[in-house]
């Protein structure tokens, strides 16, 4: 035992020291993004090389249903193999004993990477990139709002009660006496991450109530993949110390701005580090462009991904702090691809696309794609858009089922992200889809029950 502990990262071994490690938490992200796995001792986690789980974890729907995904073996929950990456080994310090998570990768029987894994998917993107001589670089920002206990669906989500007693106010983007109404929560936030050995960049007030964001440092998207995944966890248990929620729906209020995941791309060569964004003298690069107009020529067909349910289109409101449409420009807020003021060595290009609520892996992993097939394809982006771009039309889909339409179609962004996962994709939010739609709401109700 001593010998396997003394392997692990540095801040898991700080986390244990002087202290006996009571169980181990095997886990995996299904597409949703929930963790999935077993919670075995740990002297049972030291003598196992594996642990297998019924590929049917990658067919449910986030309501626990089931898409018909299985392929032609049929429903038979074959077993995956579960292989631990130690180098994801970290605390879950809210815990009662001392625990520890560890990521593991799917295989198949025939040890091939299950190709409907997420992290799976976004291995192989990366690996596409690498294939050519690059290296991906991501930094994810977090938003989220931090609510009410909510007990009953068919109450309204309301802002939880700060520190002063009063519920949390709204339109206070970056004031410090806004994220002092919740300093108990993120002190624990703080030391969860320290504890885990995650570093945050920062942590602001956003402008809808109780919505806060964490910003991580730029790194390998794989690993900054792995921090949001286990961040997800962390925040909601800070969140559950101290009587509230905390939740990552895109659009969880009326009237506030959602939450999104905005990712931050640059691509570096791989036989010297430089950012293929930049030449030599410090200005921007054909590859720079191809980038920016990948994403704006695949990301429509990319917004089931990123996008993944029917609250997370209740986000892309006009003048709510959310893009509506995929012009680009420099340092301006209002377009979905934002080109943030930096030196050179760190330009980069921001999609402000993906919602809080998509899964991390396949968020950044789809986004990765469609900047990947404008670097292939040599493409050219539309002029760089000047002003307010709310003032504009909308060019990205309204509805779910839209945006299922044009994933489904799109061919070559399956050949990127991997055929097989756009065929398991489509056809769990197809039924994910279609349960929502056997759902009468309260609008539906109240506006046509005797009006029509």
Request: one cysteine or more.
């Amino acid at each position: 035992m001593a010998d396997w502990t003394h392997t692990l990262p540095a801040a898991a071994q700080t986390y244990l020291e002087g202290r006996r490690l009571d169980e181990v938490e095997c886990i995996i992200s299904d597409l949703p993004g929930i963790a999935r796995g077993k919670a075995v001792p740990a002297s049972k986690f030291a003598r196992q090389d594996f642990f297998h789980l019924p590929d049917s974890i990658f067919y449910q729907t986030i309501t626990g249903d089931w898409g018909e995904a299985a392929g032609e073996d049929g429903f038979i929950e074959k077993d995956m193999i579960l292989k631990p990456d130690m180098s994801t080994a970290s605390a879950a310090p809210w815990t009662g004993d001392w625990t520890l998570q560890v990521i593991h990768d799917a295989y198949d029987r025939a040890d091939n990477p299950v190709p409907f894994s997420p992290r799976n998917v976004l291995k192989r993107v990366c690996q596409l990139y690498r294939d050519k001589g690059w290296e991906p670089v991501v930094a994810p920002e977090m938003e989220f709002f931090l609510v009410a206990r909510n007990l009953d669906p068919a109450h309204d989500i309301k802002p939880m009660m700060g520190r002063s007693g009063r519920p949390a106010a709204a339109r206070q983007a970056y004031s410090m006496t806004a994220v002092d109404e919740f300093g108990p929560v993120i002190d624990d936030i703080y030391d969860f991450a320290e504890a885990q050995g995650f570093e945050i960049d920062g942590i602001t007030q956003e402008g809808g109530a109780g919505q806060l964001e964490i910003n991580l440092r730029h790194g390998d998207p794989v690993k900054l993949a792995d921090e949001v995944f286990y961040f997800k966890r962390l925040i909601r248990e800070a969140a559950l110390r101290h009587d509230c929620f905390a939740t990552f729906m895109a659009k969880p209020i009326a009237d506030e701005p959602g939450s999104a995941m905005h990712i931050h791309h640059s691509v570096l060569e791989t036989s010297n580090g430089q950012n293929l964004f930049s030449d030599t003298s410090g200005a921007e690069t054909d590859a720079f462009l191809h980038f920016i107009a990948g994403l704006q020529n695949h990301m429509p067909a990319a917004l089931a991904v990123i996008a993944p349910y029917v609250n997370s289109y209740r986000r892309y409101v006009k003048d709510q702090a959310a893009p509506i449409n995929l012009h680009w420009a420099r340092d301006n807020r209002t377009t979905g691809i934002r080109i943030p003021l930096s030196d050179p060595e760190a330009r980069r290009v921001e999609n402000r696309l993906a919602g809080m609520d998509c899964n991390s892996y396949l968020g950044i992993a789809a986004s990765l794609a469609c900047g990947y097939l404008g670097l292939v394809q040599g493409q050219h982006p539309r002029d760089e858009f000047k002003g307010d771009a709310y003032d504009g039309e909308g060019d990205i889909p309204r509805v779910l089922g839209s945006a299922l339409d044009l994933f489904e179609a799109a061919t070559e962004l399956h050949e990127v992200l991997g055929p097989e996962f756009a065929r398991v994709y489509s056809i769990v939010k197809r039924a994910e889809y279609d349960e929502f739609l056997q759902v009468i709401s309260p609008w539906e109700r109240e506006h046509l029950l005797l009006n029509v």
